[in-house]
């Protein structure tokens, strides 16, 4: 088992910055690729960055693309999301998760074995 929480969350204004944790605890951390996910009312849950267990390889989602910055530190056991350039469209619950690979299907959420229980991000416009 890992077990995912989320921090960071908040409201910011159009053009701030916001910077999301992602703290596992559990199994080894460092051997799962990490990803983050966001889901607003009404809509599916959509895909936003993903990265390897190494850190060395990253995949966002084009509508964050040289917006968002994913990361992690195996040492903390942590993976983060900076976020630049908020829009009012990225207001959602944002979710961390864990999967076993760092494959093909790392923009899905079915990929992913753990989730976090989300962080509210608002951005006002």
């Known amino acids: 088992q890992v077990q995912l929480v989320e921090s960071g969350g908040g409201l910011v204004q159009a053009g701030g910055s916001l910077r999301l944790s992602c703290a596992a605890s559990?199994?080894?951390?460092?051997?799962?690729?990490m990803g983050w996910f966001r889901q607003s009312p009404g809509k599916e849950r959509e895909f936003v960055a993903a990265?390897?267990?190494?850190?060395?390889?990253?995949y966002s989602a084009d509508s964050v693309e040289g917006r968002f910055t994913i990361s992690r530190d195996n040492a903390k056991n942590t993976v983060y999301l900076q976020m630049n350039s908020l829009k009012p469209e990225d207001t959602a619950v944002y979710y961390c998760a864990a999967a076993g690979r760092y494959g093909p299907g790392v923009s899905e959420a079915w990929e992913y074995e753990y989730w976090g229980q989300g962080t509210q991000v608002t951005v006002s416009s």
């Open positions: 990265i390897n267990w190494g850190g060395g390889n990253t």
């Open positions: 559990g199994r080894t951390f460092s051997s799962y690729a």
